[in-house]
């Protein structure tokens, strides 16, 4: 030993004070590996109630499993207090949620998406007073069905419901609240198809809006919005010409009519346009109604916070989905009277459409993705990073009607 230790009692406390340093730095050692290996090692992880998956991408961003985003949300495990940004990145579908569970987390922000959002202070709905059952259109997902059970079947009729009026309904009256949601890519298409056909040239003048003077008034009120997509319309100034492009000639001399119960010959025309109308898209001024987020119609335009709804069903299922109802409600729905539905034939060719613009829609649609737990289809699960969807768990101020909290408040939206 160095001169220092020299001696006996010297000796004795060298040996305490080197056993002090080297459990010392052998806890700081051990502290720096442990948070390490948790911030970048393993692949699974362990929260105290099960084993999560999380991913790393090239980007060395983590990737949570939807199992345990929604423990989070639960208030059964704690948010990870070393994520600074306060956000969690997690795959649309991945919440063992259902749609209505999901939509209860999740946040709309009104001022950014307020174009969408319909009704301010109050909601538009058919109720039924004899069955306590409120049905929630969203244009495009079997709202045309629902609308006709609700009126032959449930005894419903449509009013302006106000948020308060709503809340008593549902939390004291023990009304249910329901509304039907399909996939966002696909509605997307309907919308687009649908919205294209209301704001063409002959809603201004023609043998459609001869006897339909409010229906013409609104185009002309309307049509500016899609001013900015001078190409969508090009060479299509009639009714006429615009079904010459997709109805076969045999149908079409028959009778306008038959053009909606056949496939379209579109050739790539149509789709040519609604390729380039999804480039210059960016979601935020939809130019028809039908073009809205779903969950837009399912939120409070003052708040952004979500309806009390009690379940939403599956539109591609919706007949069964009013049987059950039905069931639910001691309701009975005679055999094959129920759909009412606008079935349309889509005018323009989907197989026409590109997995680049298919990828758009997905990114376009990240809230209804997101906040009602859809799973992407495969084309936007495939993406790219810079392309791909994901949904994040954020920490915002927490809302009470139109006062701010200082206390943060989970919530879903799109990353």
Request: hydrophobic share 30%; glycine share 6%; aromatic share 12%.
């Given at each position: 030993m160095s001169t220092v230790c020299s001696g006996h009692r010297a000796v004795l406390a060298c040996l305490v004070i080197g056993t002090f340093a080297i459990s010392l730095s052998n806890v700081i050692i051990g502290h720096l590996a442990y948070n390490l290996s948790s911030l970048y090692q393993p692949e699974e992880f362990n929260r105290g109630l099960s084993t999560f998956e999380r991913i790393t991408n090239l980007d060395g961003e983590i990737i949570y499993d939807g199992e345990y985003i929604?423990?989070?949300?639960?208030?059964?495990?704690?948010?990870?207090?070393?994520?600074?940004?306060?956000?969690?990145?997690?795959?649309?579908?991945?919440?063992?949620?259902?749609?209505?569970?999901?939509?209860?987390?999740?946040?709309?922000?009104?001022?950014?998406?307020?174009?969408?959002?319909?009704?301010?202070?109050?909601?538009?709905?058919?109720?039924?007073?004899?069955?306590?059952?409120?049905?929630?259109?969203?244009?495009?997902?079997?709202?045309?069905?629902?609308?006709?059970?609700?009126?032959?079947?449930?005894?419903?009729?449509?009013?302006?419901?106000?948020?308060?009026?709503?809340?008593?309904?549902?939390?004291?009256?023990?009304?249910?609240?329901?509304?039907?949601?399909?996939?966002?890519?696909?509605?997307?298409?309907?919308?687009?198809?649908?919205?294209?056909?209301?704001?063409?040239?002959?809603?201004?003048?023609?043998?459609?809006?001869?006897?339909?003077?409010?229906?013409?008034?609104?185009?002309?009120?309307?049509?500016?919005?899609?001013?900015?997509?001078?190409?969508?319309?090009?060479?299509?100034?009639?009714?006429?010409?615009?079904?010459?492009?997709?109805?076969?000639?045999?149908?079409?001399?028959?009778?306008?009519?038959?053009?909606?119960?056949?496939?379209?010959?579109?050739?790539?025309?149509?789709?040519?346009?609604?390729?380039?109308?999804?480039?210059?898209?960016?979601?935020?001024?939809?130019?028809?109604v039908h073009m809205n987020l779903q969950v837009s119609n399912l939120v409070w335009g003052v708040t952004g916070n979500p309806l009390p709804i009690t379940k939403l069903y599956n539109a591609t299922e919706a007949d069964k989905g009013w049987l059950d109802i039905a069931h639910e409600k001691g309701v009975h729905i005679p055999d094959g009277q129920l759909t009412h539905g606008r079935r349309i034939t889509r005018r323009f060719n989907v197989s026409k459409v590109s997995d680049a613009t298919k990828r758009k829609i997905c990114r376009l649609m990240a809230l209804d993705y997101c906040c009602l737990n859809f799973e992407l289809p495969e084309v936007c699960r495939t993406a790219d990073d810079d392309e791909a969807v994901f949904c994040a768990l954020d920490k915002i101020p927490k809302r009470e009607g139109d006062k701010i909290d200082i206390f943060d408040e989970l919530v879903i939206q799109q990353w």
């Open positions: 929604s423990h989070i949300l639960d208030g059964e495990l704690p948010f990870p207090v070393n994520n600074n940004l306060k956000r969690l990145k997690f795959r649309p579908g991945s919440l063992p949620l259902s749609s209505a569970q999901s939509l209860q987390k999740c946040y709309i922000n009104s001022t950014r998406y307020g174009n969408q959002i319909p009704d301010k202070t109050v909601m538009l709905a058919s109720v039924s007073d004899t069955h306590k059952l409120i049905y929630r259109n969203i244009p495009k997902s079997s709202s045309s069905t629902a609308r006709h059970a609700m009126k032959d079947f449930f005894d419903g009729n449509d009013r302006r419901v106000k948020h308060d009026e709503l809340e008593l309904a549902v939390h004291q009256l023990d009304y249910a609240l329901i509304s039907f949601v399909r996939d966002p890519l696909n509605r997307f298409y309907s919308s687009f198809d649908e919205s294209f056909f209301r704001l063409g040239p002959w809603m201004g003048s023609g043998p459609i809006v001869a006897d339909k003077p409010r229906v013409k008034k609104w185009y002309f009120e309307n049509k500016y919005k899609v001013e900015k997509y001078p190409y969508l319309y090009e060479g299509l100034p009639t009714i006429g010409h615009f079904r010459k492009v997709y109805c076969p000639p045999d149908e079409l001399s028959i009778s306008p009519l038959a053009c909606n119960d056949v496939p379209s010959i579109e050739n790539g025309t149509l789709a040519h346009r609604f390729e380039r109308f999804v480039r210059d898209y960016d979601g935020r001024e939809p130019f028809d």
